[in-house]
């Protein structure tokens, strides 16, 4: 991560990046862009109106003496536009930065298609969903895709930026390899999963370039309420020129533009796109692909966490570490089983077992598997083994599916098995009971353990007022040591994916926003079914797919900070708001009276900041609308700073920053700006 935050601040800077905002500024001057953002778009229209002005001030009637002033408005009005361009532009930059480097990523290579039982070279464009590959040391992985054969260590650096290469193995839920990444040694065969163009890196592109960008459900809400202020400014100005003539008062049409536009939410109207680029582009850079904004916002509103165990709490490298026999049953007899229930069960846990074997020095009859069936694991099951050619059946699984599966034909459990079974589940580790038929065997036990810092994690989620429960298949005693170590707040044992689906719905009907990381494919209907699902980049294709974020440092724990970030993004464009709205009513005390002063002096009362002149009060007023803008940049690109506090606390802290300093501000950068704009008007 260290590398990348270096990479991205040096690439906040860069002058490549500041120079091309600049350029883009000019270009998004375009009214066709403009139109879709309505408060700047009236700002263009009044600019378009007073360069008319000036280019034939004898079609408008308009007073000699009146030009120098009317360019000067032009001018500022001008900067307005180009200052709420840049600020978009800029936070696009980043984004179109990652891009490019991403497409020189995005190479044609050779790919070892497996076809008909031979190989065949054919270039990597030519694959389609459903292609065998197979990939050796050293060579490019040509498309996404899913291991079903063999293990490799593989370099993913030109997708996550890390260098340490990751093991990528068939079965488990580190099964899913990315087009463009380095098979670093071993060979694996490969089930390619995406057709041209639909690829990892090819979504990755069009989304840290903003290529798919949609408003968010909140933007469209604010923009509406940005665009209805917009209107009823829109329509006291205009009125406002009949009611001056009455008093006998000549209002130029510039300076009921300049007050117009002091007046519309600019500041905001200007920041609001950078503000959810920026917050989009925070969520990348910590190397954590959101495919849409909403998902960000959502992550911002989250009030309750599914956690599974395995992998996310937990290092999830469920290992089996002994054989626990039961019944009169001895170790080898027990050994034997578990491995002949393990010959093709492809799951770390699987081969676990046979490397526990190997370790121990035991072997087993492997000529009994053989012609057997065998029987995949399944999350709903929760049990894994072969069907003998001899008939008999051998299972091994969670204890209480093997229970059942034993009583159900016949057999009786022997008292030992729960005694054994839950010293393991006690000490954190998870028993798998082996059982042939009607008769049980004993117990494997399988050994994980806690990743460092969860506590600290939870503590923080508790204190934004976020729910935590941890959702995992285990049993309930190994479960509940789990919970207990790392200080979640609830826990489901005994969990199927469906139960996974239902504690989330009950959440969402009591109005919750849920958020869940997984990276199993028994995890994905319930990454769909999260208001924010997070994905590992290790994990299975139908995790990722299903997800709206894909962590590609594969750390289930970073949904913490990604909560954190959407937060971010909603706390700046809430306390952005306020302060526009804020500054506004400055805005009031410098033009009105500047308008209606030469008329009726009483309204020098309201001339509270002692302006030079009328006129230099309106030019004062509107310099300071168009250089809050890039003042408030850093801000909007960086996010208000956020602790963890509970809303209602957080609210009221900004409303004091944000809306008192909103009122206050202009006050003085007006008065400022109007010292030395009166030295020359
Ligand atoms: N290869 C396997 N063969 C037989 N049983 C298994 C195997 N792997 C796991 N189990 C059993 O099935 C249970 C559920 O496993 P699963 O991987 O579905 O858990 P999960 O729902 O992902 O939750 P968590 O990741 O927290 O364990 C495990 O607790 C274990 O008892
Ligand atoms: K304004
Ligand atoms: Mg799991």
């Known amino acids: 991560m260290n590398t990348n935050e270096n990479r991205s601040r040096q690439s906040l800077l860069s002058s490549a990046i500041i120079g091309n ?152 839920d580190f099964s899913s390899v990315t087009g463009g990444t380095r098979v670093v040694s071993d060979e694996i065969k490969v089930r390619i999963t995406s057709d041209p163009g639909e690829s990892f890196i090819d979504r990755m592109i069009s989304l840290v370039e903003g290529a798919q960008r949609q408003k968010t ?40 533009i300049a007050l117009l536009v002091c007046l519309i939410p600019t500041t905001i109207g200007g920041l609001l796109s950078a503000i959810g680029i920026a917050g989009m582009d925070r969520v990348t850079q910590f190397n954590v692909l959101a495919m849409s904004g909403k998902a960000v916002e959502a992550a911002g509103d989250i009030n309750t966490m599914i956690l599974d165990k395995t992998g996310t709490i937990t290092y999830g490298n469920r290992m089996a570490s002994s054989f626990i026999p039961v019944g009169g049953a001895t170790v080898a007899d027990l050994a034997d089983w578990a491995a002949i229930s393990s010959m093709k069960d492809e799951t770390p846990e699987g081969r676990s077992v046979l490397e526990l074997m190997k370790k121990q020095g035991l072997t087993y009859n492997e000529g009994l598997g053989n012609g057997g069936e065998f029987i995949g694991f399944t999350a709903e099951t929760r049990m894994s083994g072969v069907d003998l050619p001899d008939g008999r059946k051998v299972r091994k699984g969670a204890v209480d599916a093997v229970k059942r599966w034993v009583s159900g034909q016949g057999g009786s459990i022997p008292g030992e098995l729960d005694i054994q079974g839950n010293k393991v589940a006690t000490e954190g580790g998870t028993p798998l009971a082996v059982a042939v038929d009607n008769q049980i065997f004993g117990v494997i036990y399988l050994k994980d353990t806690v990743k460092p810092g969860m506590r600290e994690r939870f503590d923080q989620m508790r204190a934004m007022g976020i729910k935590t429960i941890m959702c995992t298949g285990d049993n309930p005693l190994t479960a509940a040591t789990i919970a207990r170590e790392a200080g979640v707040d609830d826990f489901i044992a005994e969990s199927t994916p469906e139960d996974k689906i239902a504690v989330i719905r009950r959440e969402q009907a009591e109005g919750k926003l849920v958020a869940m990381t997984g990276d199993g494919t028994n995890d994905a209907p319930a990454l769909a079914q999260a208001d924010v699902g997070l994905a590992m980049n290790t994990g299975t294709v139908a995790a990722k797919e299903a997800a709206n974020m894909v962590d590609l440092d594969s750390d289930p724990s970073k949904i913490i900070e990604v909560v954190a970030i959407g937060k971010q993004l909603l706390i700046t464009r809430g306390a952005l708001t306020t302060f526009s709205i804020a500054n506004d009513i400055a805005k009031y005390f410098a033009i009105i009276p500047a308008m209606f002063m030469v008329a009726i002096p009483e309204m020098d009362v309201l001339n509270v900041m002692q302006l030079g002149s009328p006129l230099s009060a309106i030019l004062s007023a509107l310099i300071f609308n168009a250089v809050i803008i890039p003042l408030l940049i850093p801000l909007a690109m960086k996010g208000v700073a956020y602790k963890p506090m509970s809303a209602v606390q957080l609210l009221s802290r900004n409303i004091f920053i944000y809306g008192l300093g909103g009122v206050v501000a202009p006050f003085i950068g007006i008065k400022l700006i109007d010292l030395v704009v009166h030295l020359w008007i």
């Open 21 to 172: 905002a600049v350029k883009d500024s000019f270009i998004k001057l375009n009214p066709v862009t403009m139109m879709k953002n309505p408060v700047m778009f009236v700002v263009e229209v009044g600019t378009l109106v007073v360069l008319l002005m000036i280019m034939a001030p004898g079609y408008f009637g308009v007073d000699e003496g009146n030009i120098g002033f009317n360019i000067t408005v032009f001018l500022i009005l001008l900067f307005t536009l180009l200052f709420a361009n840049f600020a978009e532009a800029l936070a696009e930059g980043r984004g179109k930065a990652q891009a490019d480097s991403l497409k020189k990523t995005k190479q044609e290579v050779m790919a070892n298609k497996l076809a008909g039982g031979a190989v065949r070279r054919v270039p990597s464009t030519e694959l389609r969903k459903g292609d065998i590959v197979v990939i050796s040391q050293g060579e490019l992985v040509p498309g996404d895709g899913e291991v079903i054969e063999g293990l490799a260590s593989i370099d993913e650096s030109a997708i996550t930026g890390e260098s340490a290469p990751v093991i990528k193995e068939a079965g488990g």
């Open 217 to 256: 459900p909140n933007e469209i809400a604010l923009n509406t309420l940005l665009t209805s202020l917009t209107i009823i400014f829109l329509i006291v100005v205009v009125t406002l020129a009949p009611i001056a003539k009455y008093l006998n008062i000549e209002l130029d049409v510039p300076v009921l």
